[in-house]
């Protein structure tokens, strides 16, 4: 059970579902992370930007197996798997204070 | 990545919060939400279950019908068993590869192992099932109706404990549980290993010329590795028939090369696991020339030898139970020796090709 700590980084709504869908499903592709939170290219690039530069994802290319482009997969870090946890035991604090 | 720009994750939030912030439990239904859609990703579809359990189904039929010569009523022989068992492996092996299609299309990595106990003991039920059914209708002489009886029942079942094991995952994604340890082809926990990042062929080519050169040789498996895998899996047919004869004709020494031919199977494929592990290269690594493709098409045409083996090993051991040892052996001996060399010649040849930067 990780220490609750609140993450503002994570709490953004749009990041904090793309760490809870990392979370859960391990590795995902960039395509399938916009789909789901239902943005543009350019949201949700902007908002996994934010996650790696605070050291919480990674972004990894690898040869596509779609028009020979390349394609980006996402995972969270040991880093960001801990703040998530931390984040969402602090919600989970406040949602029982409630 | 920049870490020095991370802001303070601030602690105490309620107070923090300011009345634009999402509460704490809308959050956590949004997060419930999106797990429903993970876990779904991470079912194996109904089709694809009805598909193996009758595809189990038909398997324990045919092991009936061939303990009990019904393939003689109709004419057929041994070719024609072949043929079907073939046929049915195919047909298995298509519907596995549409839905591993329909995996990697989805954008995730959904191939896993169960991440409970319970799942295990669901998936451990289902294998259980089909060998003790498979045992059954090949070692006790039945009438037409029980062999049809066993073989829809063991077919049940198995889809009964795949959907179980299907909701025991679902149960683990929506309580909060993580996949990553879990996946099959993992790239989270290895990616970041205490070798580094894994080398994929981006990793390669973005390397300049001498140091591609110098990294190439990482493709290149020891000399080894094609040999026992080739062996092992000769082995595994092997030991099942010799299982087989055993338990059919009670020759209870046979238990010796039963055990051994086990020992020599984990045995090697510890080994291959550990090498594949620390090598640290990308599996899903495609062929780089035409040449690359030939060989490597080639080799997985190889594969059809220990297939072919296993239906006449099975076919022959239900009219006469003793292991068709010598066809075995030869038939093994020329799987070992295509796979392996077109394997060493496989990697030189992906080697040169990375090394010249294609």
Known sequence: MSEPQFNE????????????????????????????????????????????ENGYVTLDKRPGNRNGHDITWVSLTDEGTEAFASHIAALQLIAGMA | MNRSTRPNPTA??????????LSAADALSFLTADRETVARKFATPLWFNIVIAIATSIVILFMWATRNNAFDVLGANDAYFIIAYIALLVAMCGAIGVLSHAVIKSGFRASALPPTRKGWAYVIAAFATYIVASSVVMIVPMPGWAGVLIAVVSGAVTLLFAQLTNRETHDYIMAGGSMTE???????????????????????????????????????????????????????????ANFAQ??????????????????????????????????NLDLRMKPTTRVCWALYIGMCATCIIPVYLAGYTLGRMARHPEVPMAELAVGGAVFVVLFSVLGWVYDRKQRDAIAAGA
């Open chain 1, 9 to 52: 980084v994570i709490h953004a709504p749009m990041r904090l579902r793309i760490c809870g869908m990392l979370h859960s499903a391990g590795e995902i592709e960039f395509a399938a992370i916009r789909d789901m939170l239902g943005v543009s290219d350019a949201v949700c690039s902007k908002h996994l930007k934010v996650l790696a």
């Open chain 2, 12 to 21: 105490a939030a309620p107070q923090a919060a300011s009345p634009s912030r």
């Open chain 2, 182 to 240: 879990f996946q099959l082809d993992s790239g989270g926990r290895r990616r970041y290993g205490a070798n580094g990042e894994l080398w994929t062929m981006a990793r390669f080519r973005a390397l300049p010329d001498a140091e591609r050169r110098e990294a190439s040789r990482l493709v290149v498996a020891p000399w080894w590795l094609y040999p026992c895998q080739s062996v092992c899996a000769m082995a595994v047919i092997a030991c099942i």
């Open chain 2, 246 to 279: 055993m338990v059919v004709r009670q020759e209870w020494t046979l238990s010796i090369d039963v055990l051994f031919l086990l020992v020599c199977i984990i045995g090697m494929t510890v080994s291959m696991v550990r090498w594949i592990r620390n090598s």
